[in-house]
């Protein structure tokens, strides 16, 4: 078996897919590609992402790329190594999906539409007014996570491919903040997003995982 996971530092999306693998325990060749010297783009990396985006994997000789499917994809594949991604049960897998589908569908849009403006704009361009509404929805979204958390993990008593996909999104969006203090992310985490943080914070591979630009 040879498995080579392609990600950029920084990359909530590709952070899933890393949190994935290291929760599967599964042997793979990590492969760090530079956004600035523009790695995406070569065509090696095109034949693999058309897309010219991380995270993709590269299982012997199949290709896929988008964070959400590699992390299904994984789990069925690799379904008797280390721990489910997603629940064996219907129900609980669909609504694993379901969590999946919400972050990336109401919570990575506006985050994306603040990294654009904080990370990718100069901050004499800045549109302020964009930056309040997308962090009124990301605000929104969180007070949603809040309500939804009933036991230690999003989905229930473990942690799955939900934990994983809303985590690197909700820390980044604490990254943002050193940019744009204002932003002031700490009032949108409730206690039961900061226990649950914590309890993400605490596996034994996330520091393993952590961006290595923001270390
Ligand atoms: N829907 C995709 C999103 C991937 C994505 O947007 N990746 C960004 C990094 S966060 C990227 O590679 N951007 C490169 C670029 O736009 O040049 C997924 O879930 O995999």
């Known amino acids: ?89 219907v129900r609980r897998r669909a609504v694993v999906r379901r969590m999946v589908q919400e972050v990336d569908q109401y919570f990575a849009a506006p985050m994306e539409r603040i990294v654009d403006q904080v990370l990718f704009t100069p901050q004499e361009n800045w549109n302020l007014e964009r930056i309040a509404r997308a962090r009124a929805t990301l605000a929104e979204e969180l007070a ?23 985590y690197p999104l909700v820390a980044l969006t604490q990254r943002m903040q050193r940019r744009k203090p204002d932003l002031e992310v700490e009032a949108m985490l409730g206690p039961r997003v900061r226990a649950w943080m914590r309890r993400v914070e605490a596996l034994p591979y996330l520091r393993k995982t952590w961006p290595p630009h923001w270390k």
């Open 1 to 89: 078996m040879s498995l080579v996971f392609y990600c950029g530092s920084g990359s909530p999306y590709a952070w899933r897919v890393w949190l994935g693998l290291e929760h599967k325990a599964l042997a793979y060749e990590l492969r760090m590609l530079s956004f600035s010297a523009e790695d995406l783009k070569t065509p090696e990396y095109v034949a693999v992402n058309p897309r010219r985006k991380v995270p993709a994997i590269v299982d012997d000789d199949f290709s896929l790329y988008e964070s959400a499917a590699i992390l299904e994809y994984l789990d069925e594949r690799y379904a008797d190594r280390g721990a489910r991604l997603f629940p064996g049960d």
């Open 144 to 166: 949603n996570w809040e309500q939804t958390i009933r036991a230690d993990w999003l989905a229930g008593a473990e942690a799955s491919a939900a934990d994983f996909s809303l």
